[in-house]
């Protein structure tokens, strides 16, 4: 686990040195640079913007020709939501698990096409990624596939979507940001939680200044316990775990969070601070699960070593002075969390624990004004889309309004909701987490994906729809 962990800082571009050399980082706060000792590379913080892919159009598509990358519960979920939508045609199904496709398969009974299917060989998306007759490359797999999957689809002229986070180093980060503005394809991560109910709406309630200027938002993912020693199939998640201590899947409280805060768009984060506990339960589990069952055996010494702390806790400053803090913890009983506050000069919000509250002083609104100022300021998107999106489902309906505006500004060519510097910026969290807490919390500084573009970009999530909006379903 040591030298998986070593090499992981260095893929990071975050050579551990020694702790006299964690101590100089952390106070100069010299990120990007070598530091004098030679031994300590830090990750680089900017880049020369080749192309600005805020706010850009691709040409717009009359069909939306899509294949699918790992069809496991995410990318079965997926399927079910894109053969709704007008437009859409999914041209190819691609898992290593053969099971996995063929039964996929059945969910195209209703529609004119049947995909193509690529099964049983780790390398078989590539061909996917080669074909010259698929628009947008929709990616579900493991964590350690997306980049990797993202960058390939990309360089072979396709757009590409991806499941969070986006990327688990900050090269990776990196990567995704260069192929985009080199090849100008969109790579958008799949962060559904923009498309929560309350997420919109609190949204759109800060862009017409109800919070006022917001100073402070938080975001989590925090939900009950989930081991189940009788579930091997998704041992890959477990295994990120234990390879690595930090913030490792912030993008679902953080993204909505990001976008009422503007990152990216008039604001982006400065530095960021980031502190673990140490694990009290995992290795328990392990333990007592490799007694009866030997297949749990490796996960039991991984975890003794070297589990992910519990509960993570990362704080981040922006250059305006504003604060923002992400919560990680999926391994303590306790009840499903994103947060979701937002605090501002004028008023404050607060989605969990639910029911969604605001208020404007001491007191939260009583459901009655409640229910007013959400009528007030519902955005359009709820209006338009929200009823179909909770009969099609996926998290209460959120899911589908992504794929919905997704395709809908593929079809009309539209910037997409969300483009790569927000894929990287959200995603960057994990790696910078696990860098902080490697040395003894320190300061590290988030790096500028925009390359300063950040300064004038303008906010592309249209919960107005001003533009498009007219994809049906089907
Ligand atoms: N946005 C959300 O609400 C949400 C919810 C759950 C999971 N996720 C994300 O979705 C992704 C998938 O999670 P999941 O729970 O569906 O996992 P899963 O293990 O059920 O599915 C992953 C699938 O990828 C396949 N795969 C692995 N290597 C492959 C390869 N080389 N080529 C083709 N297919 C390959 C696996 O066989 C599996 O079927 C993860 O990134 C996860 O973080 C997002």
Known sequence: MKNKRRDF???????????AGMNIMGCNNQVGKKVSSGSLELPKQNHNQKFNMAGYAAPKLEKVRIANIGIGSRGSGA??????????????????????VTKSLEKFGDVDYTPDTYSGNENDWKKICERDDIDLIYITTPWKLHT???????????????????????????????TSENTRKHCMMLENCCYDFFELLTLNMARQGFFGDIVHG???????????????????????NIERNGNLYPTHGFGPICQIMDINYGDRMDYMVSVSSNDFIMKEEYKKAAASDEFWEP?????????????NTSTIRTIKGRTMMVQHDITSPNAYSRIHRVSGTKAAALKYPLPPKITVGHDWMS???????????????????GEMAKQVGGHGGMDFIMDWRLIDCLRNGLPLDMNVYDAAAWSVIGPLSEWSIA????????????????KTNKPQMDISLTRGGNTKMV
Not at 300 to 305: E, N, P, Q, S, V
């Open 218 to 240: 938080e975001g989590a993912y925090i939900h009950e316990f989930t081991f189940n020693p009788e579930n091997k199939t998704k041992t890959w998640r477990l295994e990120e």
């Open 9 to 19: 800082l260095k893929m990071s571009g975050l050579v551990a040195g020694s702790l």
């Open 148 to 178: 990797p999957m993202a960058v390939y689809a990309m360089e072979h002229g396709k757009h590409a979507v991806v499941e969070v986070p986006a990327a688990i180093t900050v090269d990776e980060c990196w990567q995704l940001v260069e």
């Open 367 to 385: 459901p009655a004004e409640y229910e007013k100022l959400e009528k007030k300021y519902t955005p359009e998107i709820t209006k338009r889309i």
């Open 439 to 454: 040395h003894r919390s320190s300061a590290v500084d988030v790096p500028d994906f925009t390359g300063g573009s950040w």
């Open 79 to 100: 399927l079910n939501r894109l053969i709704h939508i007008e437009g859409v045609e999914i041209k190819a199904l691609c898992d290593i698990v053969p099971e996995r």
């Open 299 to 311: 996960f039991a010494k991984g975890a003794a070593k070297n589990h992910r702390g519990n509960m």
